[in-house]
């Protein structure tokens, strides 16, 4: 099993930067792929990237592709997603989950942290 905790959210300008980071705990890290969702208030969750539980392997949503980097710590069981010229657009409750692999049904979730960009 795993547990997840996201941290890092906050309220930033547009054009600004932020590093989420998702703390894991469970012996199973390691062997998961890690993704980041987001939800925006009467929007369904959608899918932002993910990372292979090597790191070699990355995939991202077309609408932040070129802004956002997700990369990950196995020896600190945490992966991160670094944001950078945010967009009002952007802003949402963001989720670390974690899955047997980058294409798979993702089977935990953290309980989400807050990022807000203002215009």
């Known amino acids: 099993q795993v547990q997840l905790v996201e941290s890092g959210g906050g309220l930033v300008q547009a054009g600004g930067s932020l590093r989420l980071s998702c703390q894991a705990s469970g012996r199973t890290f390691k062997a998961r792929a890690m993704g980041w969702f987001r939800q925006a208030p009467g929007k369904e969750r959608e899918f932002v990237a993910a990372i292979s539980w090597s790191g070699a392997g990355t995939v991202y949503a077309d609408s932040v592709k070129g802004r956002f980097t997700i990369s990950r710590d196995n020896a600190k069981n945490t992966v991160y997603l670094q944001m950078n010229s945010l967009k009002p657009e952007d802003t949402a409750v963001y989720y670390c989950?974690?899955?047997?692999?980058?294409?798979?049904?993702?089977?935990?979730w953290g309980q989400g942290t807050q990022v807000t960009v203002s215009s």
């Open positions: 989950a974690a899955a047997p692999s980058v294409a798979s049904i993702y089977e935990y």
